[in-house]
């Protein structure tokens, strides 16, 4: 007589890694997360599915990686291990606008300002002012950032200019019928 038994097919053993230094740059799409098998290997024929995934967050920091959706599908004991993936700063470049003065005596205008390398994300503003070296007198002073900043998820390079302060103009005028008898000495001149 045959006496029948069981046969087990069990599961197949895999270890799957995320890949180390994984980044974006802020403001930036995700790319696909890779990883890589450490441990056993696939059937021929066999796949993955899904993708990884990652911690939520879209500020400049570091999130943890996740097994997300990725399987290798009901045959496999899947071990996942995870790693970093971080979000690193948007550079971005200020330049002070040329040519900015003001008269000897007036207010300081606002300083302003272009953005000549990089941008902000939507959503996002520069905060602060620019500043220049202090004095009051007609010279050349520089213009300094300030306090200007886009905020922590920017690498700001700031490229300055220079604020002049000019003279001011003024008109004299002698005043009218001023006289002297002759022989007699110049009297004080008086002006407007």
Request: proline share 2%; aromatic share 10%; net charge neutral.
């Amino acid at each position: 007589p045959y006496i029948a038994n069981n046969f087990s097919i069990t599961k197949r053993a895999i270890t799957v890694t995320a890949n180390a230094g994984q980044t974006k740059t802020y403001g930036e799409a995700d790319p696909a997360l890779t990883y890589q098998i450490t441990t056993g290997n696939l059937v021929t024929g066999d796949a993955f599915n899904g993708k990884l995934g990652r911690v939520t967050g879209e500020a400049v920091n570091t999130y943890a990686i996740t097994q997300g959706t990725l399987s290798a599908g009901a045959n496999y004991t899947l071990t996942f291990i995870a790693n970093n993936f971080a979000i690193t700063k948007r550079a971005i470049t200020v330049t002070a606008d040329a040519g900015q003065s003001k008269t000897y005596g007036e207010t300081d205008p606002t300083l302003t300002y272009q953005v000549t390398t990089g941008s902000l994300v939507t959503g996002d503003a520069f905060t602060g002012k620019l500043s220049r070296a202090t004095g009051e007198s007609v010279g050349t002073y520089a213009i300094t950032q300030g306090t200007l900043t886009a905020g922590t998820n920017y690498e700001l390079t700031y490229a300055g200019n220079n604020f002049t302060i000019t003279k001011r103009a003024i008109t004299v005028t002698a005043n009218a019928g001023q006289t002297k008898v002759y022989g007699e000495a110049d009297p004080l001149f008086t002006y407007q």
